[in-house]
């Protein structure tokens, strides 16, 4: 029945929509304040220093095309492992600084709402990376611009 009703095309479409959006909006954030970005990087204090910078450059980047992609639903299950990916790492990275006690902003939506790390963060992660687990198994490609090229 649980498989059923996550081959829904609507369902899927909503999920691929969403988890993209959350990543457009996050990636336009941290572009629009790259020194805030870079600041936030820092403070988790688990990179070097010559890494953090290309970090704040490169990451949003790839979160702005992976999240456009998925909202089109060109290679959704790719662009869905990317963005699992990349939720994996954020969860370990706000995991690590709970346990190091640093009293820091995230970083995930760049400086605008100045979130701390801590359980909220991992929780929210984690129902972002179900999402995107769901669409690598599920796949998604109603209403997709490729689907529309093609006929």
Not at 16 to 22: A, D, E, S
Not at 31 to 45: M, R
Not at 112 to 125: A, Q, W
Not at 139 to 149: E, G, M
């Amino acid at each position: 029945m649980f498989n059923h009703i996550l081959n829904n095309k609507y369902l899927m479409l909503i999920v691929r929509v969403v988890l993209g959006f959350v990543f457009v909006y996050a990636a336009v954030t941290k572009i629009s304040d790259p020194e805030g970005f870079s600041q936030a990087i820092y403070n988790y204090k688990l990179l070097p220093l010559f890494l953090v910078n290309i970090f704040a450059i490169i990451l949003p980047w790839i979160e702005l095309s992976t999240g456009v992609l998925l909202i089109f639903g060109i290679s959704v299950k790719e662009n869905s492992a990317i963005i699992s990916g990349l939720l994996v790492v954020f969860i370990l990275a706000v995991l690590i600084s709970l346990f190091r006690s640093l009293d820091i902003n995230c970083g995930c939506f760049g400086t605008l709402n100045g979130s701390k790390v801590g359980l909220r963060k991992i929780l929210e992660n984690i129902g972002l990376l179900v999402l995107g687990f769901i669409l690598i198994k599920f796949d998604s490609n109603f209403f997709s611009l490729l689907n529309k090229i093609k006929n």
